[in-house]
Nanobody, 130 residues
Framework: QLQASGGGLVQAGGSLRLSCAAS????????IGWFRQAPGKEREGVSC????????YYADSVQGRFIISSDNAKNTVFLQMNNLKPEDTAIYYC?????????????????????????WGQGTEVTVSS
């Protein structure tokens, strides 16, 4: 089970830190991703991290502004969002997939693909005002 939190209302240029806490499994060899869905739009990939080697992946739209990190001891992944823009407004979801089961190497394309992830948490809403 994944639990996302940390969303809220922030002005443009501000920052938020999202958390994704896992229960029922440990981050031994997982890909953990963040996705977002704005009203009327499809869910899109934002960022992903490999719990085994720490490799990170980012969508072009957030590269340089967002930072994903993990605390494997706490089974938690964080998304630090800086310099937020109104277009970042969306519901943010975290997702995970067991690399030992999927057998697939993480690539940027897979990291941004909703179909690559098998477990999803509920969303946390982020609103950025202009």
């Amino acid at each position: 089970q994944l639990q996302a939190s940390g969303g809220g209302l922030v002005q443009a240029g501000g920052s938020l830190r999202l958390s994704c806490a896992a229960s029922g499994f440990t981050f031994d060899d997982y890909a953990i991703g963040w996705f977002r869905q704005a009203p009327g739009k499809e869910r899109e990939g934002v960022s992903c991290i490999s719990s085994s080697d720490g490799d990170t992946y980012y969508a072009d739209s957030v590269q340089g502004r967002f930072i994903i990190s993990s605390d494997n001891a706490k089974n938690t992944v964080f998304l630090q969002m800086n310099n937020l823009k109104p277009e970042d407004t969306a519901i943010y979801y975290c997702a995970a997939t067991d690399q030992q089961i999927s057998g697939q190497v993480i690539t940027l394309a897979r990291a941004m693909d909703v179909g690559f992830f098998s477990s999803w948490g509920q969303g946390t809403e982020v609103t950025v005002s202009s």
